[in-house]
């Protein structure tokens, strides 16, 4: 693994002898960047090190990235947020690089060389920091982010109100609608209806015609829509593609050594893998394995297996089902969105179970009363028999929360998930993190952020550790796929999860 550390960037010794020669109260500081991060005058360059006979299969590529603004001076701070691949399209390989934040405008970026022949390297800037710092300070905190229209309705007197999520807030005139054993103090709220009662709320229905509404209010008020707006929203740094050789080795390569087995809490890896074909990821964070259909029913013979969270668990439930080569059986009530998909094999003793988590951030509509938050499910689920596996979910409906609701939510959930351990100890949970996303407009990069999807998996990451619970990080995985990002990936990168979850499963 290459050495983290840069050498110290040196300022000036004429200007520190000006300054502490002056009895101004202030001094000017012309070396210091006053403007954004542009990345179309920023520079990269390949770091060969000791690599004198060039870069070899198994080796950490390094890149090393300056910034600069757009008037060419030097930036002095980090906090920009980079999303970086390195990849051969004709070879069909690909990985996602490590971005190292120095704090001070210069960054390194590592690639695992998991091949040998041409390699190109694209980095984009996704957000400069001030943008980063608009989201965390200014949109995240606004309460009413995530609206809701509420349909209320008893015999034939009908009425809409608008509905969101209280917590830190002052209100009056509002329906009050609680549930402290999923939200803690966070509140579903309504508008109260004129004519009927708060019980007559009958259904919900949000989306992204919401969301963007709220974002370009926010942006218009705050005049800070540039920091979205082309260049500095998800554009390539100057020198990408950056193209390197990646020379065959004759020494053993870090993806043919004895990975550690795939278990809670593993440290995190300076390259979580890379696509060997567009369908087959090898990871180098543990001994992850490829499962073929019977090898997969064998595993999971006997288990009840229990997907909570989005249409990406959806995803997992449709690839896990197909696995056993039958007809997939649904049982649905309400909309799809919220329905409850219910499969079994009563041969091999194996059902799969997919649930839509409580106030989803959808266009369709939603029955309000019988929707199910992730902590009641668990807190009622039949534990007579600890044949149970757990996989949650919990970013793409949350962005728009604010990170104090969002956190309760998350941490009602970890103490359900201790008091389901206490009933069974053994017992698999997982939570499966985010990746990135695509985006169709400006504001969906404030409301659906890849950089807060990003800050998420952290959060979740520290939430869960140290009691059992299992991470899987899929992050990488996606970015680094040669198809577009998108919050519905391809059902290779799907398929390539299933093997994650499997390894650590059996």
């Known amino acids: 693994m290459p050495d983290m550390k840069l050498p110290p960037i040196e300022s000036g010794s004429q200007n520190k002898q000006w300054i502490s020669n002056s009895s101004f109260a202030f001094v000017p500081n012309d070396e210091q960047s006053l403007f954004i991060t542009s990345p179309l005058r920023s520079k990269m360059r390949l770091i060969q090190g000791d690599m004198v006979d060039g870069i070899k299969q198994g080796d950490m590529v390094n890149v090393v990235l300056e910034t600069f603004d ?55 800037l996704i957000h400069p920091r001030e943008a980063v710092e608009w989201i965390e300070t200014v949109y995240r905190p606004q309460e009413r982010s995530n609206i809701w229209s509420g349909f209320f309705k008893r015999n034939k007197t009908e009425e809409k109100c608008v509905c969101y999520i209280l917590s830190s807030s002052t209100w009056k005139d509002v329906c009050e609608y609680k549930n402290e054993n999923a939200l803690g103090k966070t509140l579903f709220a309504c508008d109260k209806p004129k004519n009927l009662s708060c019980h007559d709320l009958l259904t919900i229905s949000g989306g992204i015609a919401f969301l963007k509404t709220n974002v370009a209010d926010l942006l218009k008020k705050y005049e800070t829509r540039y920091l979205f707006s ?30 550690p087995p795939c278990k809670p809490d593993l440290p995190l890896s300076i390259s979580e893998g890379f696509w060997e074909n567009i369908t087959s990821w090898k990871s180098l964070t543990c001994a992850a394995r490829h499962w073929m259909p019977d090898e997969a029913i064998s595993c999971l013979q006997g288990k009840r297996v229990y997907l909570l969270g989005e249409s990406t668990l959806r995803q997992w439930y449709d690839s896990i089902t197909k696995l056993f080569g039958e007809t997939i059986q649904k049982t649905s009530k309400h909309h799809p969105w919220t329905e409850h998909h219910v499969w079994a094999d009563p041969i091999e003793n194996t059902s799969v179970v997919f649930r839509f988590h409580a106030l989803a951030s959808t266009s369709a509509t939603i029955h309000f009363w019988n929707q199910t938050f992730v902590s009641d499910y668990l807190d009622k689920l039949d534990t007579s028999e600890c044949n149970i596996i757990i996989v949650i979910s919990l970013s793409y409906h949350f962005p728009a929360w604010t990170l104090h609701s969002y956190a309760e939510r998350v941490l009602h959930i970890r103490q359900a998930i201790v008091r389901l351990k206490a009933r069974c100890p053994d017992i698999p949970v997982f939570i499966k993190g985010s990746h990135p996303r695509e985006h169709k407009n400006l504001e969906s990069h404030v409301h659906s952020s890849d950089w807060t999807l990003f800050s998420m998996n ?12 299992i991470f899987i ?26 093997d994650l979850f499997l390894s650590y499963v059996c």
Do not use: C
Not at 460 to 469: D, P
């Open 70 to 124: 757009n008037k060419g001076r030097k930036r002095m701070f980090g906090g920009d947020f980079f999303l970086a691949g390195m990849a051969n399209t004709k070879l069909r390989k690909s990985t996602a690089g490590k971005v190292v934040d120095h704090r001070n405008g210069t960054y390194n970026i590592y690639f695992y060389a998991g091949w040998s022949g041409q390699a190109n390297i694209t980095v984009t």
């Open 230 to 259: 082309s260049p500095y929203i998800s554009t390539t740094v100057h020198g990408s593609p950056m193209q390197v050789n990646i020379q065959e080795s004759n020494d053993t390569l870090q993806h043919e050594i004895n990975a």
């Open 458 to 469: 952290t959060f979740l990451r520290q939430v869960f550790q140290g009691f059992g619970v």
């Open 473 to 498: 990080d899929v992050f990488d995985m996606s970015l680094s796929h040669l198809s577009p990002n998108n919050v519905h990936v391809p059902k290779e990168v799907i398929r390539q999860q299933i």
